[in-house]
T-cell receptor
Framework: ETGVTQSPTHLIKTRGQQVTLRCSSQ?????VSWYQQALGQGPQFIFQ???????GRGNFPPRFSGLQFPNYSSELNVNALELDDSALYLC????????????FGPGTRLTVT | RKEVEQDPGPFNVPEGATVAFNCTYS??????FFWYRQDCRKEPKLLMS???SGNEDGRFTAQLNRASQYISLLIRDSKLSDSATYLC?????????????FGTGTLLAVQP
């Protein structure tokens, strides 16, 4: 196992609502990345946090935001949910931003109705 | 054009067969290359890194051609347990950020 956990495992929300997804990284892993995986697609990079600051972002609107905490946990927040936000959300951690191997958590499956 | 392109499959092969997956990437600044395996409704897991010199791990062989921006994965003597989606992945460094760019994945179904 990777030592990366995510909660909840499944979530159903209504369009327009807000959601917070959580990730707990391995101890010592200062970098966490979040990915969105729609059905039939590969994961898409949302953003990366290093030592509690965002240091890289993919092509996602500002309603996707994050937080990283000193205890190796992090959050992904999505406001004003849209139907297309339905996906598997994955977090991945590494020791530093440039470590090539990223350890993925099991993901949170979000359904927006 | 997608940054990482691979044949989505599915590839249906009998046990014992040899199967090859191919992938191309568009950004010549890509620095690291991988194959990940993803089982149904699970997270991706690193299968192997890919180097220009080629690398082998048991029944799996990966190859990188930087000039052609082409990555391959060969699986010999396929097992039922190899059935999964295989994701071609490149890593793009920008400042302090290491971003993984995934292909859409190739579905492999090994039949008994």
């Amino acid at each position: 196992e990777t030592g990366v956990t995510q909660s909840p495992t499944h979530l159903i929300k209504t369009r327009g609502q807000q959601v917070t997804l959580r990730c707990s990284s391995q101890s010592g892993h200062n970098t966490v990345s979040w990915y969105q995986q729609a059905l039939g697609q590969g994961p898409q990079f949302i953003f990366q946090y290093y030592r509690e600051e965002e240091n890289g972002r993919g092509n996602f609107p500002p309603r996707f935001s994050g937080l990283q905490f000193p205890n190796y946990s992090s959050e992904l927040n999505v406001n004003a949910l849209e139907l297309d936000d339905s996906a598997l959300y994955l977090c991945a951690s590494t020791r530093t931003g440039t470590d090539y191997e990223q350890y993925f958590g099991p993901g949170t499956r979000l359904t927006v109705t | 054009r997608k940054e990482v392109e691979q044949d989505p499959g599915p590839f249906n092969v009998p046990e014992g067969a040899t199967v090859a997956f191919n992938c191309t990437y568009s950004n010549s600044a890509s620095q690291s290359f991988f194959w990940y395996r993803q089982d149904c409704r699970k997270e991706p897991k690193l299968l192997m890194s890919v180097y220009s010199s080629g690398n082998e791990d048991g029944r799996f062989t990966a190859q990188l051609n930087r000039a052609s921006q082409y990555i391959s994965l060969l699986i010999r003597d396929s097992k039922l347990s190899d059935s999964a989606t295989y994701l071609c992945v490149v890593s793009l460094y920008g400042g302090a950020t290491n971003k993984l760019i995934f292909g859409t994945g190739t579905l492999l179904a090994v039949q008994p």
